[in-house]
């Protein structure tokens, strides 16, 4: 049975920091692309950062200086550090794991979310 859950997320003033982890159990985490996306109140899922197997990174262009993804394969975990939060990066965070064959996904599990709100 697989397993990503997440954990970190609460109620930050803006400029504050905050790091998710997401700690995946059930999946050969090493083989997995990892990733973080977010969900705000009336708005579709969007992508937040990526890190493949190999440790590329990729981000979305709201998130890009301010937040860092990375994972240990030793732990089985993925992180997202987000520095300098603001209002609107306020969403339920979800943690993802994803496995690609030429293109195509061939496995793609979701974590439950976690909260994060920015508000003085």
């Known amino acids: 049975q697989v397993q990503l859950v997440e954990s970190g997320g609460g109620l930050v003033q803006p400029g504050g920091s905050l790091r998710l982890s997401c700690a995946a159990s059930?999946?050969?985490?090493?083989?997995?692309?990892m990733g973080w996306y977010r969900q705000a109140p009336g708005k579709q899922r969007e992508l937040v950062a990526t890190v493949t197997n190999g440790g590329n990174t990729n981000y979305a262009d709201s998130v890009k200086g301010r937040f860092t993804i990375s994972r240990d394969n030793a732990k089985n975990t993925v992180y997202l550090q987000m520095n300098s939060l603001k209002p609107e990066d306020t969403a339920v965070y979800y943690c993802?794991?994803?496995?690609?064959?030429?293109?195509?996904?061939?496995?793609?599990?979701w974590g439950q979310g976690t909260q994060v709100t920015v508000s003085s």
């Open positions: 993802n794991a994803d496995r690609l064959r030429v293109g195509i996904k061939i496995n793609d599990y």
């Open positions: 059930g999946i050969i985490f090493s083989i997995y692309r």
